[in-house]
C-alpha cells in the first residue's frame, strides 16, 4: 500500500471486516480515526503491507499483522442431539456486561473472551452441532476485530453499493452489470461510449475490464460528471488520459452539424487585461486614500508626537504590502482559472472529433432519466454491427423504447431480459438456497445496430424471392406435363 489511502467496508459472515483500499492521493487520511461497525482504528501500521494481510485490532486502534500460524478457531468437545429444550430467558450467561468489559481492559484477545463465553455458558453443550458453529461465529464477530485489507475491483465495489447505498447506483445488482459487460461486448482497444448516472460505477468497471486500452467517452447531464465510485478503483494516471467527456446538451447540435466549440460550456471567463485595468483603478483608489492619509497625517503631526506618526506610517505600509500580495494572489488565481478552462475546452473539442467519426465500437446506457430519448440520439454515433445494452430499474421504459426501436429500424436481435439471483450456502451437511434473496435486480435491453440501407435491400430481395417462387413451380409442372 502506498501512503495515500482511503477504504470502504463491509462485514463478512465469518465476522472479518473487510477493508477495500484504494489510492487517491492524500496522505492526511492515514492519521485519521475510521470508525465502522461499532469498530475504530488506525491505518498507519497498514502501509507497507501488501493487499491481502489481516490485522488485528489493539486496544489503542492500532493494527498488528495476525500470525498466520495462530489458531482462530474453537474447539468444542460435546454437542446435543436437538435444541426443543433450550429457552432463551437470557439467563444462560454467567459472564455479565461489566465482567466482559473488564477482560476487554486487561487485553485479553477476542479469540479468549469467546472462549470464556462458551464455558459460562450453561446451554452450549446442549446445543447441536450446527447451533454450536452459529453461536460461536456469532460471538467471533461482535468480540474479534480481524480487518484484511484487499484490492478494490468491481465485484467488491458494486456489491458494496448494492448492500449500503442502492439508491446512488440505481439499484443496479452487480449480476446485471456483469451483464452489461459481456452483452456490451468491453475489451480492450475499444471505444465505448457510456451515458450513466449511477456514481460512475458502470464507468469503472468498463475502464477496469478495458485496462487503459481504447477510448471512453462518458456523456453527462448538469455541469459535470459524477466519478465518486470510479475513482475508488484506485486507477493509474495512464487511465484518464483514455477518458474524454461531453456533455448531454450539445449532443443535438452534433448530430445536426451546428456544433461549434464556441458553444461549450465552459467557467466565466476572465480576462487579465480587464483585471489590469480594473486594478489600475483600485491603485488610483489606493493614492487617493494614501494621499488623504498623508494629509490627515499631516494634520496629525501639528497635533501629535513623533512616535504616534511612525506607528501610523508603519501601520500604512503593513496595509498597502496586504493589498499588493492579495492582488497577486488574485492574478494568479485567474491565470490558473483561465488554463484550466482552456484545457477543459481542448479536451471537450477533441471528445466532439472523436464523436463525428460515428464510429463507436459500442454504447452503454444506465440513468435515471428516460432511456428513448438518450438511445435514439447517442446510437447515431456507434458504427454499425455493435452492440449496445440500455438500464433501467422499470420495465415499462424499456418497453417503450423497444417499440420506438423497432419502428425507427436499424437494429437488430432486440432482447428485453431480467436477471434472476439467488444465493445459496455450501457448507458440509447443510446446503441449501438461502430464504432472504433479491426481489430484482433491474432490466436490459440489448441489440445489435445495422445500416438502414442493408435491411431494405435485404427486404427486397426475400420479397422479389417470393413473387419469383411460384412462376419457377408453375414452368416445372407445364414441362413434367408436356
Known amino acids: 500500500l502506498r501512503p495515500s489511502l482511503q477504504v470502504f467496508a463491509k462485514i463478512l459472515s465469518n465476522g472479518h471486516c473487510m477493508i477495500y483500499g484504494f489510492l487517491n492521493g492524500h496522505s492526511a487520511f492515514l492519521s485519521e480515526k475510521v470508525i465502522f461497525e461499532k469498530q475504530w482504528f488506525y491505518l498507519d501500521n497498514a502501509i507497507g503491507h501488501i493487499y491481502g494481510t489481516t ?62 463465553l462458551i464455558e459460562n455458558s450453561t446451554t452450549f453443550r446442549g446445543k447441536t452441532e450446527f447451533a454450536q458453529d452459529k453461536y460461536i461465529k456469532k460471538k ?27 439508491g446512488k447506483i440505481n439499484h443496479l445488482r452487480y449480476d446485471t452489470l456483469a451483464q452489461m459487460l459481456t452483452l456490451g461486448n468491453i475489451r480492450a482497444g475499444n471505444k465505448m461510449i457510456v451515458m450513466e448516472t449511477c456514481a460512475g460505477l458502470v464507468l469503472g468497471a468498463i475502464m477496469e475490464r478495458m485496462g487503459g486500452y481504447g477510448s471512453v467517452i462518458q456523456m453527462y447531464p448538469g455541469g459535470g460528471p459524477v466519478r465518486a465510485a470510479t475513482s475508488c478503483f484506485g486507477f493509474p494516471e495512464s487511465f484518464f488520459n483514455t477518458l474524454y467527456e461531453f456533455p448531454l446538451s450539445k449532443v443535438d447540435s452534433l448530430v445536426s452539424g451546428t456544433f461549434s466549440s464556441e458553444t461549450l460550456p465552459s467557467e466565466p471567463e476572465y480576462n487579465v487585461p480587464v483585471e489590469e485595468e480594473s486594478n489600475g483603478s483600485l491603485d488610483e483608489k489606493q493614492t487617493l486614500i494614501q494621499e488623504t492619509e498623508e494629509e490627515s497625517s499631516t494634520e496629525a503631526v501639528m497635533e501629535s508626537n513623533e512616535t504616534e506618526e511612525q506607528e501610523t506610517m508603519d501601520l500604512a505600509a503593513e496595509d498597502t504590502e496586504y493589498k499588493e500580495s492579495k492582488e497577486k494572489g488574485n492574478k494568479e488565481n485567474i491565470r490558473e482559472k483561465q488554463r484550466k478552462q482552456q484545457e477543459r475546452r481542448r479536451k471537450l473539442v477533441e471528445t466532439a472529433a472523436l464523436l463525428e467519426e460515428k464510429n463507436a465500437d459500442g454504447l452503454i446506457v444506465a440513468s435515471r432519466f428516460h432511456p428513448t430519448p438518450l438511445l435514439l440520439s447517442l446510437l447515431e454515433f456507434v458504427a454499425p454491427s455493435r452492440p449496445f445494452v440500455v438500464y ?29 439471483l439467488r444465493n445459496y450456502q455450501v457448507l458440509p451437511d447443510r446446503s441449501h438456497p438461502k430464504l432472504m434473496m433479491s426481489g430484482g435486480g433491474g432490466y ?15 427486404v427486397s430481395t426475400l420479397e422479389a424471392q417470393k413473387i419469383e417462387e411460384p412462376t419457377s413451380k408453375k414452368r416445372k409442372l407445364q414441362e413434367l406435363d408436356c
Not at 498466520?68 to 460435546?78: G, I, L, P, S
Not at 480481524?146 to 448494492?162: A, E, F
Not at 436490459?444 to 435485404?458: A, D, F, M, P, W
Open 55 to 116: 490485522f488485528e485490532v489493539s486496544s489503542g486502534g492500532s493494527l498488528q499483522p495476525k500470525k498466520k500460524m495462530e489458531e482462530t478457531t474453537t474447539e468444542t468437545k460435546e454437542a446435543g442431539t436437538d435444541n426443543r429444550n433450550i429457552v432463551d430467558d437470557g439467563k444462560s450467561q454467567k459472564l455479565t456486561h461489566d465482567d466482559i468489559k473488564a477482560l476487554k481492559d486487561k487485553g485479553i484477545k477476542g479469540q479468549e473472551i469467546v472462549q470464556q
Open 140 to 166: 467471533k464477530k461482535k468480540y474479534e476485530a480481524v480487518i484484511t485489507i484487499v484490492k478494490p475491483s468491481t465485484r467488491i465495489l458494486s456489491t458494496m453499493y448494492y448492500a449500503r447505498e442502492p
Open 392 to 420: 433501467c430499474q422499470y420495465k415499462e421504459p424499456l418497453l417503450e423504447c423497444y417499440t420506438k426501436l423497432r419502428e425507427k429500424g436499424g437494429v437488430i436481435n432486440l432482447k428485453l431480459s431480467e436477471t434472476w
Open 444 to 458: 436490459l435491453l440489448s441489440g445489435i445496430t445495422v445500416t438502414v440501407e442493408k435491411v431494405q435491400s435485404n
